[in-house]
């Protein structure tokens, strides 16, 4: 499994394995999972095979799919007849040859007919960097067929393959894990219900883009609660003790990130996410004179690191603005005149 550090996961004879959850990254995360075939006369360890540099032959293949995949589906051993469109192919045509930018790839149909699979051979130095480009261009192609005829096209699957290495890369998104729901938990807070909304909402999403716009209007609305539960207080005569709203360490946060551990989680929003991030999402700006590219693989990589850092921030300003409803229900009850924040 590799997000900048590399997670040894373990060895198989055969063509499947269990692999232990806890040992890949955050739930919804993505990562990359590298499988090396064990080589009889094979000379260098995994680590030289991976961190190979010289410019060699990579087979890179992208599954088509009419709806987001599945969390966790790592099954790299796929064919055109797994994915789906609702783009056809005319049936005298067992494929599609595009040129693309000096490059070209195949567009494979399934055995419906429809527009399944595009694969593509290309020379590279490393994984990575094939992958950038293979996505870069069919990421045009699919935003162009998307568009003239109006209809979604998303990739539920992609995989490399190093041909020289008999290396097999293959993007997952990491699965979240079942958890028992305990009584003692359930405490809704009347004024958060539009936060947990929008975190839900962001949950559910499969884009990091319109995630992070979630996670960010968040930490406004919290604010905007926060401040007015301390003033409501002040109204009743006592003061409430709000926690430090700091960014948390996580051992999955991006190297860009992790200099704004332990600072304030307001810090964090103004010099980091806002102009970077929020406002490229918000007004399709990047910098000046550049717009957002929401199909270029190295932007949707940053705004899904950019994306994680926030749910990690807002679960920790939910967290604390709970705690400070619960103290001002505290103070309000021995007052004789109960606050009204939550209802179970």
Request: proline share 3%; glycine share 4%.
């Amino acid at each position: 499994m590799t997000d900048g550090n590399t997670r040894f996961l373990g060895t198989s004879t055969t063509n499947s394995m269990q692999i232990d959850l806890e040992k890949l990254r955050a739930p919804g995360l993505r990562g990359t999972l590298s499988i090396l075939a064990i080589r009889k006369n094979e000379t260098r360890n995994s680590d030289e095979r991976r961190d190979d540099q010289t410019v060699r032959s990579f087979t890179v293949s992208a599954l088509l799919a009419t709806s987001a995949a599945a969390p966790g589906d790592a099954n790299g051993n796929f064919t055109a007849n797994d994915g789906t469109s609702y783009v056809l192919i005319e049936p005298s045509k067992e494929f599609l040859q595009v040129e693309l930018a000096g490059y070209t790839f195949r567009v494979y149909k399934n055995s419906a007919g429809e527009l399944s699979m595009i694969s593509m051979n290309l020379m590279a130095k490393n994984n990575m960097e094939a992958k950038f480009i293979f996505i870069d261009l069919i990421g045009s192609f699919i935003d162009y067929i998307s568009y003239i005829k109006n209809t979604p096209i998303r990739i539920s699957k992609i995989r490399i393959k190093d041909n020289k290495n008999d290396a097999q890369y293959i993007d997952i998104i990491s699965p979240f894990r079942p958890s028992f729901l305990i009584d003692a938990e359930i405490e809704v807070f009347n004024e958060l219900r539009p936060i947990y909304a929008l975190f839900r909402e962001a949950r559910n999403s499969d884009s990091a883009y319109y995630q992070l716009l979630c996670y960010y209007k968040i930490m406004e609305g919290i604010n905007t609660l926060k401040s007015k539960q301390i003033k409501r207080a002040k109204k009743f005569g006592f003061k409430l003790t709000a926690l430090a709203d700091i960014v948390p360490n996580h051992r999955d946060l991006s190297h860009e990130i992790r200099p704004y551990i332990g600072k304030s989680i307001q810090h964090f929003k103004d010099n980091f996410l806002t102009r970077r991030y929020r406002d490229a999402a918000a007004h399709f700006t990047l910098r000046e004179n550049t717009v957002l590219h929401v199909s270029s693989p190295q932007e949707l990589l940053s705004f899904s690191e950019a994306a994680f850092a926030c749910e990690l921030c807002v679960r920790q300003l939910i967290k604390n603005y709970e705690n400070l409803a619960k103290e001002a229900q505290r103070f309000t009850a021995a007052l004789g005149q109960p606050l009204k924040s939550s209802f179970v």
